[in-house]
């Protein structure tokens, strides 16, 4: 293959094609690396796999291609702006659906701009939850005994629990 | 583990954890013991603070309940949220309380009542009373409060000065530690004869005062800055800036630097607001220092900058009837439907990089004239941890 490639495939680690431009797999060093593998190897033929979904996947793609232009050249204010703009709307999904997998594929990916985007997003959605709400979207399990439970909320009388 | 159920490691839970503000942190902690342990570890909360001071500042206000004799307090974030801080007992019952410096969360209070020194956070709403006693208080004293990464402790300062008609100045300086628990005396030769106001500003390990000389402060002239360095337990001068003509200033954080408010007159009823900004030379001996002008206003009315809230300095008119202020540009100011009863005066935002004033409209906060104001970060850091005597 040349160099001259203007995208590469990719598999999803549930087995989908997916494609994606060199511009904006140079948004992340381990898709870097694959694709410098593909465009330099003889062999041709194996497609490389991302151990991450392929709802997730998507998305992350989808992130890549819109952050590649300006990763890749620079740009103006307003075009920060408008992508700081696009970044909230991006964001706007379902936690139990899908964010944590963003968070853990951005990480894998070494997506810096990404991972800080999920992780403010998260934080944003927890300000205004419950203890019970926060146990439920990170799936945690209360091992507070009931008299720990009372003394908690002795402690911090203004603390919304339910 | 379920494919949709992803189990976040450590690092990601604190990385989202670090964005929280304190009062969501506390109810994080209600979550799990796993949780409860990462949100006290002293690295989170450093972690955490160090995030939130990159952030824009929220404001922390104290104004007159009229119900009562007491105080209220707020916290004003940037997006003008405000939220109303649950005081303790001991902070209600306590009516002149002097705010005398503030860092990482932490707020030093002054209690004219109790003849001590409270220290306050807001956020966790711990709080611990200073061991001093009211023997130690007699004369005047001026405080100061501030934090030092290089030794990792608190320190609270107490310059004693005398006013009277001789021997005027500073006699005696006092440091206490919230790491040793002790008080101790500390050389000050350097301020005698010199005169400390009771404003004070804490930066990057310095606490910072006006200083006068002894009989000049009737006319104003404050004529240097003096410094204290937290860790050397060292004080120094600073000169004012150049060209320095101002009527009255005010000294400030800008930038995580020091930074001081002045106000210049022009002609007539004529004035403007100056910022100065201070760089920082080399340190404690023989350091250069120089301020910068940063920032100068455009032509207006006489306003006091009382201080710098994100990139907005907050002024207070010098005037109380109303029909006599008004400006150059002639902004339109909306007043509210309701009349007041109080001679009740509007606080300004003069914004730098727009160079435009407005009024600054903090809700529920009675009058405005009686309004204390100071640039805040909250904070999990405890003061328990450095073992102050609990009142």
Not at chain 1, 112 to 122: F, K, N, P, R, V
Not at chain 2, 153 to 170: L, N
Not at chain 2, 274 to 287: A, N, P, R, Y
Not at chain 2, 346 to 374: A, Q, V, W
Request: charged content about 25%; some cysteine; proline content about 4%.
């Amino acid at each position: 293959m040349s160099s001259s490639v203007e995208a590469i495939t990719v598999l999803s680690s549930d087995g989908d094609e997916f494609k994606i431009t060199v511009s904006a797999a140079k948004l992340s060093k381990p898709l870097n690396w694959m694709l410098e593998d593909v465009c330099f190897s003889d062999d041709c033929d194996e497609v490389p796999t991302i151990e991450v979904n392929s709802k997730t996947l998507v998305k992350v793609i989808e992130y890549c291609e819109k952050h590649a232009p300006r990763a890749n050249s620079g740009a103006s204010d307003s075009d920060a702006e408008e992508l700081k703009k696009w970044d909230i709307e991006f964001m706007k999904m379902d936690v139990k659906d899908i964010l944590f997998h963003i968070l853990m594929a951005a990480n894998y990916l070494h997506m810096e701009g990404l991972y800080d985007l999920a992780c403010q997003t998260a934080a944003d959605l927890m300000k205004g939850m419950t203890v019970s709400q926060i146990r439920k979207i990170f799936h945690i399990k209360n091992d507070f005994s009931s008299e720990e439970q009372e003394q908690l909320r002795r402690q911090h009388p203004g603390c919304s629990f339910d | 583990m379920e494919s949709d159920k992803p189990f976040l490691p450590d690092d990601m839970i604190l990385n989202i954890l670090k964005r929280l503000p304190v009062k969501s942190l506390i109810r994080s902690q209600c979550v799990c013991k796993h949780w409860k342990n990462l949100i006290k570890k002293p690295s989170f909360i450093a972690e955490h603070l160090h995030h939130s001071s990159h952030q824009s500042p929220s404001l922390l206000l104290r104004w007159p309940s009229f119900a009562s004799s007491e105080y209220r307090w707020g916290l004003l974030d940037c997006d003008m949220q405000q939220l109303i801080v649950q005081s303790s007992s001991l902070i209600d019952s306590l009516s002149h309380l002097r705010l005398c410096g503030s860092s990482n969360g932490l707020l030093c209070l002054k209690s004219e009542a109790l003849k001590s020194i409270l220290l306050w956070n807001p956020a966790t709403r711990e709080i611990r009373l200073a061991p001093i006693t009211i023997d130690e208080f007699k004369g005047g004293y001026c405080i100061g409060f501030g934090f030092s990464p290089i030794v990792n402790d608190y320190k609270i300062v107490v310059i004693y000065v005398r006013y009277g008609a001789e021997k005027r100045g500073v006699f005696r300086v006092k440091v206490f530690s919230l790491r040793t628990r002790l008080w101790k005396e500390v050389e000050f030769g350097n301020l005698k004869g010199l005169c400390v106001g009771d404003d004070t500003v804490t930066v990057n390990g310095r606490v910072f005062w006006f200083g006068y000389k002894a009989g000049s402060h009737e006319d104003g002239s404050y004529c240097q800055v003096v410094s204290f360095d937290i860790a050397n337990e060292v004080f120094s001068l600073v000169p004012m800036p150049a060209e320095h003509d101002s009527l009255m200033q005010n000294l400030t954080v800008h930038e995580n630097n020091l930074a001081m408010l002045c106000v210049q007159w022009i002609t007539a009823d004529i004035y403007c607001i100056k910022l100065w900004v201070m760089d920082e030379g080399s340190g404690t001996f023989g350091e250069r220092w120089s301020w910068t002008n940063t920032y100068y206003s455009g032509h207006c009315y006489m306003l006091f900058p009382l201080t710098i809230w994100g990139n907005e300095i907050i002024c207070e008119p010098e005037f109380y009837d109303e029909s006599d202020f008004q400006y150059e540009s002639q902004p339109e100011f909306e007043s509210e439907g309701e009349e007041d009863d109080d001679p009740s005066k509007p606080l300004y935002l003069y914004n730098l990089d727009s160079n435009e004033f407005k009024t600054f409209d903090i809700r529920n906060c009675g009058n405005c004239s009686s309004i204390m104001i100071h640039s805040y970060v909250e904070s999990l850091v405890s003061i328990s941890n450095f073992h102050v005597e609990n009142p």
